[in-house]
């Protein structure tokens, strides 16, 4: 197990761009979450998957986000016609399901939009 | 009202007094209730997990819950200069699949 894995760990893009980020799970985990922080704040749900079902995506969330889980395993976040205000630290976890389990979080993929 | 809110600190204590870091939180269904600890620029790390009223306990750490005042809390007993780090309260409410909401989370910082 080698925990929650994401990359790339840092992506710096020009306003405008789309960008593409991976999240590799827990293989025994079939709940994966998106979160986006920034600093001095707390982690922003965006949205979370249980197997390849997307069951949630914040009402906050713009269209210009999307996230799929194809097959169950791995997820991929996508963000079209970055805005300066994307710039963030963007969070994967996942759990076991239930209401009872903590999330394992990967180290993050560092968004910057200039 | 923010469904998680934590003093924002900084929280500064000396080297081995007890550290104690609130959370309160809006949901009154809520069922599981988190702690996790950031180090700056790294992503959150569970450190303590507690579902029932009253006191969990795991080596220095303390979680206190009380579901009819709607309050979380953590105690770091002896604290050491290692646990300077912000630390995320985060509360899975009734009914949303086991989502978490995280409050903005307090600075601790222990100085020898």
């Known amino acids: 197990d080698t925990g929650v894995s994401q990359n790339p760990r840092h992506k710096i893009t020009k306003r405008g761009q789309n960008v593409t980020f991976r999240c590799d799970p827990i293989s025994e985990h079939n709940r994966l979450y998106w979160y986006r922080q920034t600093l001095g704040q707390g982690p922003e749900f965006l949205t979370y998957f249980q197997n390849e079902a997307q069951l949630e995506k914040s009402r906050l969330l713009s269209d210009r986000f999307s996230a799929e889980r194809p097959k169950g395993s791995f997820s991929t976040l996508e963000i079209q016609r970055t805005e300066q205000g994307d710039s963030a630290m963007y969070l994967c976890a996942s759990s076991l399901p239930g209401a009872n389990y903590g999330y394992t979080f990967g180290s993050g993929t560092r968004l910057t939009v200039v | 009202q923010k469904e998680v809110e934590q003093n924002s600190g900084p929280l500064s204590v000396p080297e081995g007094a007890i550290a104690s870091l609130n959370c309160t939180y809006s949901?009154?269904?809520?069922?599981?209730f988190f702690w996790y600890r950031q180090y700056s620029g790294k992503s959150p790390e569970l450190i303590m997990s507690i579902y029932s009223n009253g006191d969990k306990e795991d080596g220095r750490f303390t979680a206190q819950l009380n579901k009819a005042s709607q309050y979380v809390s953590l105690l770091i007993r002896d604290s050491q200069p290692s646990d300077s780090a912000t630390y995320l309260c985060a509360v899975a409410p009734y009914n949303q699949g086991g989502k978490l909401i995280f409050g903005q989370g307090t600075e601790l910082s222990v100085k020898p």
């Open positions: 949901d009154r269904g809520s069922q599981s």
